[in-house]
């Protein structure tokens, strides 16, 4: 009992719940860190599923962009619905079962089960591939460092949603701060004149047109 109220503290009484709400700052840490990790890798993977065929394919990542906007658009509508239905609060599995029946709610819940495990996975293994390309020298020590990565969020996720918030927000606002930065500099170099010409691939139009709905969708 000692031993795990070091790790994880001790038990939260029901009474003290109310003490362990999150400001908005502090909830954006702990709610948002799934939509952010993807953010961090999924640019560099679709454009790796553009240049598969070439440079010439880079035309692509604008319809590419407008389609992830559209998705993200869908998301947040339907969280807006589903705080308003639900303002104290309802999950997939909560708001499925109420609306659509017990099977459709036990296959929401499966989903993000399988999407839990699958964020976890990719997450850490791109943010481990981020930190060995910076530092190559710990590229043999990667499947350690995921190791590491998961046990991090595991311990954080068991001691609690304050202290995730608290462990988790240095990071998370360096990367929106850096997602920000990147976004405004790359506008100023563009409306600066600066452009990168790709090297010829040797795509020709037409073999291009023939992939690009497939390539778009992959992407």
Same mark, same amino acid.
């Given at each position: ?12 009484? =029901? ?13 954006? =840490? ?41 998705? %993200?658009?869908? *998301?947040? =509508? ?16 909560? &708001? ?23 964020? &976890? ?6 943010? *481990? ?28 996720? %068991? ?14 606002? %360096? ?30 139009? =037409? ?13």
């Amino acid at each position: 009992m000692g031993l795990k109220q070091l790790l994880v503290g001790r038990p939260i009484d =029901t009474a003290e719940a109310g003490e362990h709400k999150l400001s908005k700052p502090a909830a954006l =840490t702990v709610f948002a860190s799934d939509n952010l990790s993807s953010a961090a890798y999924a640019t560099e993977e679709m454009l790796l599923a553009l240049t598969t065929v070439g440079a010439a394919a880079l035309y692509l990542t604008i319809p590419a962009a407008i389609l992830i906007v559209a998705l %993200l658009w869908i *998301v947040i =509508t339907s969280y807006s619905q589903t705080l308003h239905a639900y303002p104290m609060g309802g999950g997939a599995y909560t &708001v499925a079962k109420e609306n659509l029946g017990v099977y459709s709610g036990l296959v929401a819940a499966a989903a993000l089960l399988i999407d839990y495990v699958l964020t &976890v996975a990719v997450s850490v293994a791109a943010g *481990v591939a981020a930190i060995t390309s910076a530092v190559p020298d710990l590229y043999s020590h990667r499947v350690l460092l995921c190791l590491i990565g998961i046990f991090l969020i595991m311990w954080a996720n %068991l001691r609690g949603v304050r202290e995730s918030a608290a462990l988790f927000a240095g990071p998370v606002y %360096l990367f929106i701060f850096c997602a920000y930065l990147l976004a405004i500099g790359s506008l100023v170099k563009y409306w600066g004149g600066a452009s990168i010409v790709p090297a010829d691939s040797g795509t020709t139009a =037409t073999s291009l047109e023939m992939v690009s709905v497939f390539l778009l969708l992959r992407a």
